[in-house]
């Protein structure tokens, strides 16, 4: 949950598919991974945390609650 609350409030007004584009994947990919149906692979993962400038961990490691 965490995940897509991120992922969401990080892309803002952009729109989905204009993120994609510049990450390089597809919008369905893109929104998979917003709702948490698919996991990135650690290059694409990286990819999205240095396209919104913040760490990996921020974005797709649990928060220690």
Known sequence: MRQRVML???????????VAQQLGITPQMLGAI?????????????KIADYYGVSVDDIFLPADD
């Open 34 to 46: 917003e709702r948490g149906d698919r996991t990135p692979s650690l290059s694409l993962a990286k």
């Open 8 to 18: 969401i409030k990080l892309r803002g007004k952009n729109s989905r598919s204009k």
